[in-house]
């Protein structure tokens, strides 16, 4: 493997959710390197800490222990409105259930990262449609969630993701909604972000097939990396 | 996020609510309506009474038998503007005469002074018949005095005798039959002349003092039911209003705790209607407050449901880049904007309501015929309500705001 920039450390992370009086851990001591441009999947079974460790990776949580270092920033140690701001700028979230906003159109959704990054009116408009061209939804961008199949949805949310033109893509499940045809679909389209736009992508699935599209394949189990292996059967996509 | 995003973010989420937040809008509705129609009543009484009192009239002084504070009401219209009722609750009937007429000459800052009787009277003309005041009045100097001016014809003269100045609504509307200049109208069995016709829309007619006294029942010449003085200069009002008591306490033998009759200016009855006035309309104003507080708890009960039903938009949100300060932003706009749109359709029934109001309240006279709708209560209003909408969204704002990302993007 190509030495490449440190995009993302953990370094002995640890999340301790409180349920009353029980302590719940769900990631215990967790380190890892993720580096620029690397596809990663993380598989693991259900509650072993994949969607915990994503949330924390994208900055939506903090670690109880441990650092997370983020371009060279710890995360741990930024104020809210900073951690916001790195946030929008770097990572492009892919959720399960698309997470899009209802009562907006399909270009309204994917221009509010920019919106929010106070880039202005022209700029914005013609990005969101560069994006919005890039997966395949130029003819359905005045159309709400609710007029859009599952994958079209997805793929709106893909756009949006894509919008800030952030260095790293996190996507949960992204798949785990769709058929499996719109689920392939998906998943190449990700592959070609990957090849073509140089993104990192960190993929959680507890899917053995889509993991094999990955270059990297992280193993969690309660809470712990228990095995990090290079995929020597990548699933080639072709563009 | 720029304002301006946020603001279109608020509005979308406006225009998207449910049922409840145009309920709570409703709320606000109800409530600057409401606070518009009482305002634009109260400056209509306002504007309506200064334009019957004037500001004419400032150098003048009435003085009438009795005392009580509603005399002082009752007596405040100035001279010649009838409907002043004379009757004062007294046990023993407490006049004005030519001892007092005399006494007051003595002072020195007085120009000229009227003397005035009144009573109700049966008036006849062209066979129609009915009942209006009269009040008769010292020839030589009402026309000077009086605040009333002349439509048409002319005022009465010192050579006058059985001639009469009426008002405009006697002449025009009160009988089947306009009375013009000239003709010849029955009072009591006597005939007299028009020589004037007021221009108000007052049914009194003036006449001649001595001629009245042969008219009204039971009017004794020589008794007055009120004297009018003119005083030379209006700056010392307050100071001849002291004189003119003393001197007839002196005369009438009275002191502060027993005296039987009042001196009353014009400027104080305007000064303290105008108070009384506005006091009563800030009363109801209060009231009609009360209402838009009760909107306000409406609006931050909307907020509180709006942000927990948004808890998720606000996770997505967060998760592609919103800052608490954006997420703040949007929900107090939110919050202004129901009240602004409550504002706006409030202000739109408050006139509506204003408007209708006189025909409402035509039973109750003079007050209330007349509403005035003015740019400072709209405005008041309007920002009153948009202030009171982003108060009462900034506890719902900060709790949305203060969201976790993770656990805001968990809820469903
Ligand atoms: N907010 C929370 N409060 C308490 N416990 C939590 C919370 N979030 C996660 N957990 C617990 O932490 C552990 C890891 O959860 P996590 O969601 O990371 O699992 P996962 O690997 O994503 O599972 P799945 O494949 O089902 O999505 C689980 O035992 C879960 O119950
Ligand atoms: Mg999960």
């Known amino acids: 493997m190509k030495h490449k920039e440190k995009l993302v450390t953990l370094k002995n992370v640890w999340k301790i959710y409180q349920m009353g009086e029980v302590k719940v851990p769900a990631l215990k001591g967790v380190s890892v390197d993720i580096h620029k441009g690397e596809f990663v999947a993380i598989i693991g079974a259900s509650g072993s800490g994949k969607s915990t460790m994503m949330n924390l990776v994208g900055c939506l949580d903090l670690p109880t222990k441990g650092d997370i270092f983020l371009k060279n920033q710890n995360i741990t140690k930024l104020h809210e409105s900073k951690l916001s701001v790195l946030r929008g700028k770097t990572i492009g979230f892919v959720f399960q259930q698309y997470n899009l906003i209802q009562t907006m159109t399909a270009l309204e959704n994917v221009l509010l990262p920019l919106e929010l990054q106070e880039m202005n009116d022209e700029k914005a408009k013609k990005q969101a449609i560069k994006v919005l061209k890039l997966v395949g939804l130029e003819d359905k961008m005045y159309n709400r969630p609710t007029q859009l199949s599952g994958g079209q949805q997805q793929r709106v949310a893909i756009a949006r993701s894509l919008a800030n033109d952030p260095e790293i893509i996190l996507a949960d499940e992204v798949t785990g909604a769709l058929d499996s045809v719109t689920g392939k679909e998906i998943m190449k389209m990700l592959t070609k972000l990957w090849k073509e736009e140089n993104k990192t992508i960190i993929m959680i699935t507890h899917d053995l097939n889509l993991a094999n599209y990955a270059q990297t394949i992280i193993e969690l189990k309660d809470g712990e990396i228990i095995k990090i292996k290079n995929n020597n059967k990548q699933t080639t996509v072709r563009t | ?378 405005i008041l209003s309007l920002s009153v309500s948009i202030i009171i909408g982003m108060i009462a969204g900034v506890i719902p704002a900060y709790q949305g705001s203060k969201l976790k990302p993770v656990d805001a993007l968990r809820y469903e």
């Open chain 2, 1 to 378: 996020m720029k304002l301006r995003k946020s603001l279109k973010f608020a509005i979308n989420m406006v225009l998207h609510s449910k049922l409840r937040s145009w309920l709570t809008i409703l709320g606000i509705v109800i409530g600057v309506a409401s606070v518009i129609a009482i305002i634009s009543l109260g400056e209509g009484m306002k504007q309506s009474l200064n334009s019957q009192l004037g500001g004419l009239g400032g150098d003048l002084v009435t003085v009438s038998p009795g005392f009580s504070s509603s005399s002082k009401f009752t007596h405040g219209r100035g001279p010649g503007g009838g409907g002043g009722s004379s009757s004062v609750a007294t046990e023993e009937e407490v006049v004005l005469d030519r001892g007092d007429l005399q006494a007051l000459k003595g002072i020195s800052d007085i120009e000229l002074m009227d003397t005035q009787v009144r009573g109700s009277v049966d008036v006849s003309y062209l066979g129609k018949k009915g009942s209006v005041t009269l009040t008769g009045v010292d020839q030589k100097y009402w026309a000077q005095i009086t605040i009333s001016e002349i439509d048409e014809g002319r005022m009465l003269g010192p050579a006058d005798q059985n001639v009469i100045v009426i008002g405009g609504k006697l002449a025009e509307g009160y009988f089947d039959q306009p009375i013009g200049i000239n003709k010849m109208v029955t009072i009591e069995d006597m005939a007299f002349r028009v020589v004037g016709i007021l221009d108000d829309s007052s049914t009194s007619i003036i006449m001649p003092i001595m001629m009245a006294y042969q008219v009204i029942d039971d009017k004794e010449t020589g008794i007055y039911d009120s004297i009018i003085i003119k005083i030379k200069d209006e700056e010392n009002l307050d100071l001849v209003v002291e004189k003119i008591e003393n001197k007839l306490k002196m005369i009438r033998h009275v002191t502060e705790k027993t005296k039987d009759f009042s001196v009353s200016s014009n400027k104080q009855t305007q000064e303290m209607i105008a108070e009384f006035m506005s006091s009563m309309t800030m009363f109801l104003t209060a009231i009609a407050g009360v209402s838009l507080l009760v909107g306000a708890v409406g609006i931050a009960n909307t907020m509180f449901t709006s942000v927990l039903e948004k808890t998720k938009e606000i996770g997505i949100m967060k998760a592609i880049g919103a800052k608490n300060k954006d997420i703040m932003t949007i929900f107090l706009f939110n919050a202004g904007l129901i009240g602004l749109v409550g504002g706006v359709i409030g202000v739109i029934f408050g006139i509506i309501l204003s408007s209708l109001m006189p025909i409402m309240m035509s039973g109750m006279g003079r007050l209330g015929s007349e509403t005035v709708v003015s740019i400072n209560s709209i």
